[in-house]
């Protein structure tokens, strides 16, 4: 269940773990599946939310719950967009956390291309890799830019993984930036105009042990987030 007694700060618990999501926005940033040095929990790989202009992201003013999923509200203020977040546990365990992670922004301004980067280090190579959809099929590669396309995109470091999962809607809308030990995917960047929303879900996926059957686990998780209606996120 989520606990939510600080404006931005959520922690996700049940009887045999925690994980944690600094939401606060601003200078503080946004982290998803952070953990505290205190908890005796292997270390994971949280993933960031990151502006990609150099203005810090908008500050959340409002949060709330309805059932599992939690809801933030980020408004424009000074910034060039205002964002809305919704986050909803779709399997958790003391070592993985599958999070629907359903990102809206919207602006004021007439001429902007708003952009939000998902990001994660590690210790390895990024690997990407996409889903034969038609076909229900899992059509492995590496290295590359599979924008376009349903896909997986992960990074390791040590015993951790953090993967982002795209389903056929969002994957034309996302482009890689990933390098090296970086995983960086960018959401959204095209002109947005004035009142308009914008909506992606990606799937978020932390391991704390790495022990992830790529074939397996990443495809019947690609179908689940296929089956699912886009959910509102106010």
Excluded: C
């Amino acid at each position: 269940m989520w606990n939510t007694d600080q404006l931005g700060v959520a922690s996700w618990k049940n009887s045999d773990t925690v994980w944690h999501f600094e939401l606060r926005g601003g200078e503080r940033g946004i982290q998803l599946g952070t953990q505290h040095a205190s908890e005796s929990q292997a270390e994971g790989l949280p993933l960031s939310i990151a502006p990609v202009d150099d203005l810090p992201l908008p500050v959340v003013s409002e949060q709330y719950l309805r059932g599992d999923r939690l809801f933030l509200n980020y408004p424009q203020g000074d910034r060039r967009y205002a964002m809305r977040f919704s986050l909803q546990p779709m399997q958790v365990t003391a070592e993985l956390l599958v999070l629907e992670f359903t990102v809206s922004i919207q602006t004021d301004l007439l001429d902007t291309h708003p952009m939000l980067d998902l990001q994660a280090f590690g210790d390895s190579e990024v690997v990407s890799a996409d889903f034969t959809v038609s076909e229900s099929n899992w059509r492995s590669s590496v290295q590359g830019d599979h924008s376009g396309a349903a896909s997986v995109n992960f990074i390791r470091s040590e015993n951790s993984l953090a993967a982002i999962l795209l389903d056929q809607r969002d994957g034309p809308a996302t482009t890689s930036m990933s390098s090296g030990e970086e995983l960086r995917l960018r959401l959204f960047g095209d002109f947005l105009e004035r009142g308009v929303i914008r909506t992606a879900r990606p799937w978020i996926i932390l391991n704390r042990s790495g022990g992830i059957n790529l074939e397996g686990e990443f495809e019947s998780w690609h179908k689940a987030l296929e089956q699912r209606p886009l959910p509102l996120t106010s």
